[in-house]
């Protein structure tokens, strides 16, 4: 996807925050990637969250120790703990989270992964040839 569509410039990827409440550790994540993104731009934000998935985990632990491990995380990545620690304890991004959350609940998204293809919606971890077949169509209209 990345080399053949995104690096191309024939897709544009948007990542969007969905938080969902059942997973009580989604909310703190999608904090702490734009908490890291304030400091370490989109390259840090997609570092951040593959260190999450990797370390998946760490987002069934009680709120404190959830806590110090997503910090400890955001500070591997190389951001300043203390701005970011300032950063998610003032929820700062919140409203744009929600925004995000509530933007996807709009386009008809119940789950994740999900994806929005030019108003298409694809679910789940799909195989590239499914999102090719999609945009492949898109790009020939």
Known sequence: MKEKYIATGKVNFVFRDFPLSSHPGAYPAALATECVREQAGDEGFYAMHDKIFGNQTILSADGPTMATSLADLAEEIGVDRTAYNDCVNSEKYKEEVLADL?????????GTPSFIINGQTLVGAQPFEAFAQIIEAELAK
Not at 102 to 110: K, S
Request: avoid cysteine; charge should be negative.
């Open 102 to 110: 509530n933007d996807g609940a709009e386009l008809g998204v119940t």
